[in-house]
Each structure stands twice: as C-alpha cells, then as structure tokens.
C-alpha cells in the first residue's frame, strides 16, 4: 500500500513539472516541433545512459532534474550541435538528442535559441546498455 501511495505521488510530481516546463516555455514563446521529429530523437532516461570511449567512461544526464521546476529552468527551449549530434531541452523539460543538423530549423522555428550546453554522444562515445544503443543507432539523420 505504502509503495503505491509513493509511486502515485512520484508520477503527481511528473504531471506537474511537465505542466509548469510547458507553462514557462508558453510565457516565452517556445513551440512544440512535430511528433514525427520528436519521434526520431533520442529520449535521455531519467536515470541516465552509461557510455565510454577510448578514453573514459561515464552516465549522462538530462540536463534537468524531472521532479521540480529548479534553477535550470533556463535550459528549456535550448540547444547546442557538435559533430553532427544536437542536443535540446523540449518543452516538456526532457533531454533529447538528434543525429545531423536537419532538426536545426525546426527548433529555431520553435523558438529555441542555441545555448552552451554539452552535447552526449557527440565524440565516440559508445552506449553500454543494449537495448539504448539499439533505440540510438535506430535513430536517422
């Protein structure tokens, strides 16, 4: 019973940072981009993806933490591109990443302004976990 009520009051926490991200991005403008976009975007998970390279291993996170609406808030309708990867912060307050630069437009479209942020998976980096790296590499430019 106890379990329940935490994992009620969990997803409440959910509903309501996804409902105050999208009430600070109307307030400034920021649009949706289409579904079949978002669709062909890679979703970072809330508990993050491991990944190493030649050089390191790491966990990537989303940029911003999904239960409350903190001082990162300034992250959401943003992006920034590195060696053919884009990462952004949707509307929703989740961390997306895209492969090529096609999704550039869109997103200017939509109101999101490039920013400094670091891109994931944007320097060799190799996904750890199967069933992540298969969703990655089934992503398309």
């Known amino acids: ?7 009620m009051d969990s997803q409440s926490y959910k509903v309501d940072f996804v409902s105050d991200c999208e009430a600070y991005c109307d307030e400034r403008h920021i649009g949706s981009i289409s579904e079949e976009t978002l669709a062909n975007c890679f979703e970072m998970p809330e508990n993050g993806v491991r990944v190493k390279n030649l050089y390191f291993e790491d966990t990537y996170y989303p940029i911003m933490n999904q239960s409350c609406l903190d001082c990162r808030c300034e992250n959401l309708g943003h992006f920034c591109y590195n060696n053919g990867r884009v990462v952004f912060v949707y ?3 989740k961390t997306y990443i895209a492969k ?10 939509a109101g999101y302004t490039e920013s400094g942020l670091f891109v994931p998976f944007s320097n060799g980096e190799e996904i750890l976990d199967y069933a ?3 969703r990655w590499e089934s992503i398309t430019k």
């Not at 019973?1 to 994992?7: D, E, G, R, T, V």
């Not at 090529?100 to 479209?109: P, S």
């Open 1 to 7: 019973m106890a379990n329940n009520i935490i994992a």
């Open 91 to 93: 509307r929703n307050g």
């Open 100 to 109: 090529g630069y096609k999704i550039l437009n869109e997103l200017r479209a």
């Open 132 to 134: 992540l790296r298969v």
